[in-house]
């Protein structure tokens, strides 16, 4: 992988606390994955970054290597990866996702 | 052999699960990106296997994933998937 791409990952996953990588935006997600995921994080009243995979062909193949994941969307926690579209929804569900995100300092509304 | 019976039994040879069920939902997909007319693009699998035991869900799509890379490269657009020990099925 290209080392500005890991790079670049690298800072946004460090400088932003929840960061979604994604196809098309929070706003104008292009995939169903990613739409379920954004779904969540605004359901939980969760402030994070999208960045969108769709405008850098080398950004789309470089998440999938830096994560070691073949899928997107990827939800990065603190620097962390929490999961894909299944493990987010999943979390969601049981409660453990509001919970683990509480315990990484970020703010959740409670529903 | 058809992808899903090729899913079938990659799982069934290295996770021994109790519990398999893979159902091809390509057709819900129909027109999307990553669709093929071929269908079995789409597939959800949930596995209930020992072989989970103790670890993380990142850690158990990962290995699931690494068993099926060839069907993911060259056919799978997207794979639901739940991955439970007998425990936590049951």
């Given at each position: 992988?290209?080392?500005?791409?890991?790079?670049?990952?690298?800072?946004?996953?460090?400088?932003?606390?929840?960061?979604?990588?994604?196809?098309?935006?929070?706003?104008?997600?292009?995939?169903?994955?990613?739409?379920?995921?954004?779904?969540?994080?605004?359901?939980?009243?969760?402030?994070?970054?999208?960045?969108?995979?769709?405008?850098?062909?080398?950004?789309?193949?470089?998440?999938?290597?830096?994560?070691?994941?073949?899928?997107?969307?990827?939800l990065y926690?603190?620097?962390?990866?929490?999961?894909?579209?299944?493990?987010?929804?999943?979390?969601?569900?049981?409660?453990?996702?509001?919970?683990?995100?509480?315990?990484?300092?970020?703010?959740?509304?409670?529903? | 052999m058809d992808?899903?019976?090729?899913?079938?039994?990659?799982?069934?040879?290295?996770?021994?699960?109790?519990?398999?069920?893979?159902?091809?939902?390509?057709?819900?997909?129909?027109?999307?990106?990553?669709?093929?007319?071929?269908?079995?693009?789409?597939?959800?699998?949930?596995?209930?296997?020992?072989?989970?035991?103790?670890?993380?869900?990142?850690?158990?799509?990962?290995?699931?994933?690494?068993?099926?890379?060839?069907?993911?490269?060259?056919?799978?657009?997207?794979?639901?998937?739940?991955?439970?020990?007998?425990?936590?099925?049951?």
């Amino acid at each position: 992988m290209d080392t500005t791409v890991s790079e670049r990952i690298r800072r946004d996953i460090t400088e932003n606390d929840v960061v979604l990588f994604m196809k098309g935006t929070p706003v104008f997600p292009q995939c169903g994955f990613s739409a379920a995921v954004v779904q969540v994080l605004n359901h939980m009243g969760v402030t994070f970054k999208g960045v969108d995979v769709l405008v850098d062909p080398s950004l789309r193949q470089g998440i999938k290597e830096f994560t070691n994941w073949p899928t997107i969307p990827q939800l990065y926690v603190k620097g962390e990866f929490l999961g894909g579209c299944d493990i987010v929804r999943e979390m969601y569900e049981t409660g453990e996702l509001q919970e683990s995100l509480r315990a990484k300092g970020i703010a959740v509304e409670d529903r | 052999m058809d992808v899903a019976n090729r899913i079938r039994a990659k799982l069934t040879e290295a996770l021994a699960p109790v519990r398999l069920e893979i159902v091809d939902d390509s057709h819900r997909h129909k027109g999307h990106a990553g669709h093929d007319p071929r269908g079995e693009s789409h597939f959800s699998v949930t596995v209930v296997s020992e072989a989970f035991r103790g670890k993380s869900r990142v850690e158990r799509h990962r290995q699931v994933n690494a068993l099926l890379a060839e069907e993911l490269r060259e056919r799978v657009h997207a794979l639901a998937l739940r991955t439970l020990t007998p425990d936590e099925a049951a």
